[in-house]
């Protein structure tokens, strides 16, 4: 057998592998975010970048696994550039010949499944993400209260200053999505950046926001905000810390869905990083 094929085996069991160590971890582990080896690079330099899966802005790096991934771009301005990884990878992003300003990666997952094997551990979930009348959703539509299954997706974005760090942020088309209004690189956020939430293209009002400060010290500090009516919300931010913003999303499957994967639920998830310098 050539090398390369059996280098190809080794790579694919050891991302099967993986894969399922994610996905038994994200019953208590559920935030995922991209997560730069530095958020600020100069144009000759190598960006590289991890795809994170855990909790309180800490995790378990994943390799990049194709039949995992909707889409991997890296967005400038009008300038959008799939990332090109290979089956294994990590960290999932490791790029060159970068175009100065401010570069946005932009990943989805595919959809994945979950199990609960009981109520408490879903209604947790429920509650830490402000859907609090789930219990009576359930019973209203005569589900089982164990063993259930919910589908979910991941959609991630990063901001990355390279050389000048210049430009915006830019509104992908996720069918879930975080903006930030201001550049951390280069705006002044002394009181604040505005992030606004959007769900199939709308602004998301009323919705909860989960935001994780870190230290460079890696001290991470969880507070909770809300939109206003405009899909809004400013988010208190420090000099010398990063960020990760989360909001989710919580609905019925469609007919498809449910009855392709068998789920009960479907949730949404957006996530954003970033630095201040």
């Known amino acids: 057998m050539e090398l390369m094929s059996v280098r190809a085996i080794v790579l694919h069991w050891l991302c099967g592998l993986l894969s399922l160590s994610v996905m038994a971890s994200t019953a208590t582990a559920h935030e995922f975010w991209i997560e730069p080896t530095n958020y600020q690079v100069g144009e000759d330099s190598v960006l590289e970048a991890y795809l994170r899966n855990g909790e309180k802005f800490f995790g378990s790096s994943a390799a990049y696994v194709k039949a995992k991934t909707t889409r991997?771009?890296?967005?400038?301005?009008?300038?959008?550039?799939?990332?090109?990884?290979?089956?294994?990878?990590?960290?999932?992003?490791?790029?060159q010949s970068l175009q100065p300003g401010l570069n946005v990666v932009v990943h989805?997952?595919?959809?994945?499944?979950?199990?609960?094997?009981?109520?408490?551990?879903?209604?947790?979930f429920a509650d830490h993400k402000d859907f609090p009348d789930m219990l009576a959703r359930h019973r209203a539509r005569s589900l089982p209260e164990s063993q259930f299954k919910e589908a979910y997706t991941r959609y991630s974005k990063s901001l990355i200053s390279v050389g000048s760090g210049e430009g915006n942020d830019v509104q992908a088309g996720l069918e879930i999505e975080l903006l930030a209004l201001q550049n951390p690189y280069t705006d002044d956020v002394s009181k604040g950046i505005v992030v606004v939430g959007y769900y199939q293209n709308k602004v998301r009002a009323n919705a909860q926001i989960e935001l994780y400060e870190k230290t460079a010290d890696g001290e991470v500090q969880i507070t909770l905000h809300r939109t206003d009516a405009q899909g809004k919300v400013v988010l208190p931010v420090r000099p010398s810390h990063s960020y990760l913003v989360d909001m989710v999303v919580l609905r019925e499957p469609s007919d498809e869905l449910a009855r392709k994967k068998k789920v009960a639920w479907e949730t949404l998830w957006a996530s954003l990083t970033f630095a201040v310098p």
């Open 72 to 95: 991997f771009d890296l967005v400038n301005g009008e300038r959008t550039d799939s990332v090109v990884a290979r089956l294994g990878d990590n960290p999932a992003l490791k790029m």
């Open 108 to 124: 989805q997952s595919n959809v994945s499944v979950l199990t609960y094997a009981n109520w408490e551990k879903f209604q947790r």
